[in-house]
């Protein structure tokens, strides 16, 4: 409703592209990931390679679709529709590259992906399944080449 | 004391951002979660939709732009927008709604709740439909209708706005002034008519959205500097005339500071002192906008100009708004004759826009007389001022004595009181509700994520009584959502500020003035200045030289 930020304070017509600045919120980020991945490990039957590789695969699809794929925001911003056929990640810091939030972002996946090598013991097929993902899903999004690009025409509008 | 020291704004504790983070998440999996079960028919939907001709187009409106307000709002809406039956004075009643289908719909049992009003801008308590502001109203009504029809410049000039801006310049203390029928059109309409293009304008941070939208149109440069942050402002000054223009590097035609007198979602107070320095160290131009603070602050209630001590002509340019302290709408600029002169003749709202009501207009008058005590009982102004004040200090050293997180300075009528957690939000906004409080809550977007709040306006027509009702509830309230979060000592300035000392300061003001048709020395009646359905009680006093002339100067006119 843009009833409801009418009459407010905003010189940023989009609260989007400030939020993550606010305090708490890589620990939040990081806290989710742990509690997906207890959760991953206290299903009894799955072995620890399994666990990890499952807590990468979870983490790299749902913060694709969730940084990636959902375009605009999920209230009415005072933008005049600037934002709609912006994914999320292109409106963090308002398209600004190489911000902390951005480095944070691209790192967590990264350290997860080191994680789960390690405990899945460099075992080959979960070496490719969680590069691919880490690659496809994480990495090649995020770079300032592919800022606003949509390949194939997908996801456009 | 330096305003620094007189205002704070705690910073949300950690873990409780973190637990805020987490109510917002699982808000957004539920919503997910619920729209996936609408969109495929496991749940009834009553959310429009295209219709099915149009499927494969592309999308007329996204579905997920109202994903926060199908979700989360929706739930919740009940603690917004509610229908009230009477005047919004200190008290109002309500009309009471219940929604059967968690706020889709609303049913009305037809009951009423009687709830103290906290909700309205009504600093001096001029939100009331008897007295000499509303006799004067009702006059003009029938002497000149209640619209005008036409802009200031073509027919739309009643001599009624003439005497109104006479007496805006006169209260404000600057040479000459202008109105305008919607405060919001005030800023956006003439900020067009200073600055254009090859102008720099140095905007607040937490600047209004009209003022946002002004310094748009006008096509000029906009730098933000950081809330009150005055080094911010001096470093962007400086690089503004350093720098001047983005690529040709010509210097800036004008450089223009834009900020506001109070700051209503925070309750803060602008830095006028410096800013006044820094822009005749830097020949700037300064724009004051006091929608807020003009009536309500300042010993004689003349605004944050009069609070400082500062001279209203180092203000450039002083805006302000009727809707807020006096009970009427519209704004006003006031400045120099020049500046004034030009916007006769360059405002965009002054040529286009119709002119301002008349009974508006007489409403607004009558209360700035009031305020000048040329009106209504002797007195009357300096007590509404006063007040004020004293409701402003003694609720807010309650509420900091109580262990919430206040914002704001010490005399800011606004008073925010923190929340922090999305489902906190509705519970406070309900459960003062149901014991007789009347409040606004506001939460993400329209405040950061982190610091959504229970926003309380403070009125000179609130009594002491209903100050400490109204601390008694926020007691319970926040004890039962546990949302006592200050982990600070309350601040130096509470030391003094208790019931007794409210009940001094208002006698004070009491003695001060002329006994109203008593025998010398005899206490004169303080009447409460309350909105109720009872039959009118005369306030006005018909031999009032001033209500007699605006009556005389409307009857002549017709």
């Given amino acids: 409703l843009a009833a409801m930020q009418v009459g407010t304070a905003h010189s940023d017509p989009n ?83 190489f911000t902390a939030n951005k480095k944070f972002l691209l790192v967590v996946p990264i350290v997860i992906f080191l994680l789960t090598t390690f405990y899945t013991r460099y075992d080959q097929i979960h070496f490719l399944v969680n590069a691919l993902s880490l690659v496809l899903l994480a990495i090649v999004p995020k770079l300032p080449q592919l800022y606003r690009v949509r390949i194939f025409g997908i996801n456009k509008w | 004391m330096s305003v620094k020291h007189e205002e704070q704004f705690e910073p949300t504790p950690y873990v409780v951002a973190i637990i805020t983070y987490i109510g917002y998440v699982m808000l957004a999996v539920f919503g997910h979660m619920r729209d996936f079960l609408r969109n495929h028919g496991f749940e009834k939907n009553l959310i429009a939709t295209e219709p099915a001709r149009t499927k494969d187009f592309v999308p007329l409106y996204q579905n997920f732009e109202s994903f926060y307000t199908r979700n989360l709002y929706r739930r919740i809406r009940d603690c917004w927008n509610r229908p009230i039956r009477t005047c919004p004075g200190a008290e109002f009643e309500l009309i009471d709604r219940k929604s059967p289908d968690h706020g889709w719909s609303f049913e009305y049992p037809g009951t009423h709740t009687r709830a103290i009003n906290f909700g309205s801008y009504n600093y001096l308590g001029f939100a009331e439909t008897d007295g000499p502001c509303a ?64 102008c720099c304008v140095l905007s607040d941070e937490l600047n209004h959205s009209s003022l946002v939208l002004g310094a748009r149109l006008t096509g000029a440069k906009i730098k933000v500097f950081r809330h ?183 005399t800011s009528p606004v008073v925010p009181v923190m929340i922090f957690m999305p489902g906190k939000i509705a519970a406070f906004g309900r459960e003062t509700l149901k014991r007789g409080l009347g409040t606004v809550v506001v939460g993400y977007p329209a405040t950061p994520i982190i610091e959504s709040r229970a926003r309380f306006c403070l009125s000179a027509a609130h009594s002491l009584d209903i100050i400490d009702r109204s601390v008694q509830i926020i007691d319970e309230v926040t004890s039962l959502l546990l949302m006592k979060y200050s982990r600070r000592p309350p601040p130096a300035w509470t030391a003094g500020i208790t019931r007794e000392w409210a009940e001094a300061q208002l006698k004070l003001v009491d003695q001060q003035r002329r006994p109203h048709g008593a025998a010398n020395g005899g206490p004169v009646p303080r009447r409460p200045v309350e909105c109720r359905g009872d039959p009118p009680d005369k306030v006005a006093d018909e031999n009032d030289a001033a209500v007699k002339d605006n009556l005389a100067a409307v009857a002549a006119a017709s």
């Fill in chain 1, 15 to 97: 609260p989007n592209h400030v939020y993550f600045n606010s305090r708490g919120i890589w620990a939040t980020y990081v806290i989710f990931i742990f509690i997906t991945h207890f959760i991953v490990l206290s299903i009894p039957f799955i072995s620890m390679a399994l666990a990890w590789t499952l807590t990468c695969q979870i983490h790299n699809v749902i913060t694709y679709f969730w940084l990636h794929w959902e375009k605009g925001a999920p209230f009415e911003p005072l933008d005049q529709g600037e934002s709609r056929t912006l994914t999320h990640w292109e409106q963090l810091d308002d398209g600004v590259q």
């Fill in chain 2, 228 to 410: 009150n942050d005055i080094a911010d402002v001096e470093a962007k000054l400086r690089d503004a005339i350093v720098y001047g223009q983005d690529r040709t590097r010509r210097p800036f035609k004008k450089i223009l500071i834009v900020v506001e007198g109070v700051y209503s979602m925070e309750g803060s107070v602008t830095r006028l002192p410096e800013l006044i320095a820094l822009k005749k160290k830097y020949k700037a131009y300064l724009y004051l906008d006091e929608a807020h603070s003009i009536g309500a602050m300042g010993p004689h209630g003349r605004g944050v100009v009069d609070y400082f001590g500062c001279d209203p002509r180092d203000v450039d340019v002083l805006m302000g708004t009727f809707t807020k302290s006096f009970g009427g709408a519209g704004g006003y600029i006031a400045g120099s004759q020049h500046l004034v002169a030009l916007l006769r003749q360059r405002s965009h709202s002054g040529l286009y826009g119709a002119s301002l009501p008349a009974p508006v207009a007489a409403q607004v008058v009558t209360a700035f007389q009031m305020l000048m005590g040329r009106a209504g009982p002797p007195g009357e102004g300096a007590r509404r001022l006063k007040q004020l004040e004293v409701n402003t200090q003694y609720f807010r050293a309650s509420l900091h004595r109580l262990g919430v997180i206040v914002y704001g300075h010490r």
């Fill in chain 2, 135 to 198: 006799d004067a109203a009702a006059a003009a009504t029938e002497t000149f209708g209640c619209g005008v029809g036409s802009p200031r410049a073509e027919a739309g000039n009643l001599d009624l706005h003439t005497r109104l801006e006479a007496t805006v310049a006169e209260f404000v203390g600057a040479e000459d002034a202008i109105i305008f029928p919607m405060g919001f059109a005030t800023n956006a309409l003439n900020m067009p008519a200073l600055i254009g293009k090859g």
